[in-house]
């Protein structure tokens, strides 16, 4: 059974750095692609950031140069650093693997 398990959302100030963390079981996870997509109130799910089996990445345009997706295959973890925090990044953020698989979801609130 392939399992999502994401951790490392919470409340934050805008500013403010977050790191979440996505652990995987039941797949082989180093040849997966992984993603973190997210969905705020009244709004598509949107790509946030994806990563490949080789490492290369790829970014929406509003998240770059302040969100860095990263994997480490030896503990099956795909992890989102979230620097500069704005409040429109608020929202359930949500691992996917290979557009197969999700998480339950974390929650990222940013306000003062």
């Known amino acids: 059974q392939v399992q999502l398990v994401e951790s490392g959302g919470g409340p934050v100030q805008p500013g403010g750095s977050l790191r979440l963390s996505c652990a995987v079981s039941g797949i082989f996870f180093r040849l997966s692609v992984m993603g973190w997509y997210r969905q705020a109130p009244g709004k598509q799910r949107e790509l946030v950031a994806v990563i490949s089996s080789g490492g290369n990445t790829n970014y929406t345009d509003s998240v770059k140069g302040r969100f860095t997706i990263s994997r480490d295959n030896a503990k099956n973890t795909v992890y989102l650093q979230m620097n500069s925090l704005k409040p429109e990044d608020t929202a359930v953020y949500y691992c996917?693997?290979?557009?197969?698989?999700w998480g339950q979801g974390t929650q990222v609130t940013v306000s003062s």
């Open positions: 996917n693997l290979g557009m197969k698989y």
